[in-house]
Each structure stands twice: as C-alpha cells, then as structure tokens.
T-cell receptor
Framework: SQQGEEDPQALSIQEGENATMNCSYK?????LQWYRQNSGRGLVHLIL?????REKHSGRLRVTLDTSKKSSSLLITASRAADTASYFC????????????FGTGTRLTIIP | DAMVIQNPRYQVTQFGKPVTLSCSQT?????MYWYQQKSSQAPKLLFH???????NEADTPDNFQSRRPNTSFCFLDIRSPGLGDAAMYLC???????????FGPGTRLTVL
C-alpha cells in the first residue's frame, strides 16, 4: 500500500507553542498535500508542495519535503485553540491517475 | 461562493434498505470523488469520475455504486447497507486529477 504514515498519531501542546507533524510515504510522488479536518467535518486543503520544491510557507504554516527520505513535515507556529483538528498528508503518485493517497493522520489538541 | 454541497448531512437507514447520498458542486471541476471515512481513520477512496469516465477502486464493494448525470452532480448509492457501512461519506472535487481537492461537509450514515 502507498498509504502514508503520520507521526505522531496524537499531539497535545499549549497554546502559543509550535506544532510539528511528520509524514512518510512509500513511492515516488508528483506532489504532497496537507489537509485539516475539524471533528465531524470535511477536509480543508492547507498547502500543496510539488516534488521539485523543498519548502513552502503559508501564513503560520511551513511545509518541508525531502524526496530522498520520502518524508514531509508540517509546522504550525504560534498555535491557537482553533488549530485543534486532525491533520492529514496526502500524496499524488506519479502515475497520472488523478488520485490522492491519504496518510493516517495526526490528532492535534491545543490546550488554551 | 463556489462550494461542494452534500445532502443530507445525516442519514439514518435500516439494515438492507437502499440509500442514496448526493453531492453537488459549483466549482465546475472535472473530477469528483467519493470517500468513506470511519472514526479516527484516513479517508478511503471508493471511486472517482474524470468527467464522465468512472474509475472504481479495486477493493470497493459491489454494494456501492455511483452516478454522475452531469458536471455538477454526483450520487453514491448503497444498495444494501450493512452495519459495517456506517461511516462518514465525503465528496470532493478537483479541477485536475492530483491537484488540490475541495471537500464537502460530509454525510454521516447510520445503519440500524
């Protein structure tokens, strides 16, 4: 299976601290994406990083990609209570088949 | 606002009683996806349409069918729901396969 693994499975931090989540995958990719899911809701796209990119920023989010290690990390700086959610990485394989493969997710809890 | 809409948000059905979930989009995207997500798990792709081309995942049970009568609408039919089909069903769209996906809020299916 190409499914990604995310680490840690759950993370609790104090509001204002930084949160780092990691994603590993198994096969070559075209891009890697991060999504957020609030409890009982749909997923929201956060950021997309292509295989030829190493780092990308969006507001308080910073994503890195290391294709040699088949891994990515998502950093959320200055966390807020509203950041409490599950975070999933998803990869598009270079098969041209229009699909994403989602990782197992990290459950992030921000403690006010 | 352009969006992905799913109806109903909550669906209760009886064991073996057919049910249809609907998804509509105002984004005019070519690709529409149906995912099944069980508690604390990653979304699992059931099938997707690229325009009118239907793509079924190998492990999607025959009990699940889909229709896409036009660009805007896509339906998920569960012919004989079992207790194991209770889950959140997520619809998503993408302008091109492998790019960012836009998710609806999901339909929570309960099977009694």
């Amino acid at each position: 299976s190409q499914q990604g693994e995310e680490d840690p499975q759950a993370l609790s931090i104090q509001e204002g601290e930084n949160a780092t989540m990691n994603c590993s995958y198994k096969t070559s990719i075209n891009n890697l994406q991060w999504y957020r899911q609030n409890s009982g809701r749909g997923l929201v796209h956060l950021i997309l990083i292509r295989s030829n990119e190493r780092e990308k920023h969006s507001g308080r989010l910073r994503v890195t990609l290391d294709t040699s290690k088949k891994s990515s990390s998502l950093l959320i700086t200055a966390s807020r209570a509203a950041d409490t959610a599950s975070y999933f990485c998803a990869t598009e394989g270079n098969f041209g088949n229009e699909k994403l493969t989602f990782g197992t997710g990290t459950r992030l809890t921000i403690i006010p | 606002d352009a969006m992905v809409i799913q109806n109903p948000r909550y669906q209760v059905t009886q064991f073996g009683k057919p049910v249809t979930l609907s998804c509509s989009q105002t984004l005019n995207h070519n690709v529409m996806y149906w995912y099944q997500q069980k508690s604390s798990q990653a979304p699992k792709l059931l099938f997707h349409y690229y325009d009118k081309d239907f793509n079924n995942e190998a492990d999607t049970p025959d009990n699940f069918q889909s229709r896409r009568p036009n660009t805007s609408f896509c339906f998920l039919d569960i012919r004989s729901p079992g207790l194991g089909d209770a889950a959140m069903y997520l619809c998503a769209t993408s302008s091109h396969g492998g790019e960012s996906q836009y998710f609806g809020p999901g339909t929570r299916l309960t099977v009694l």
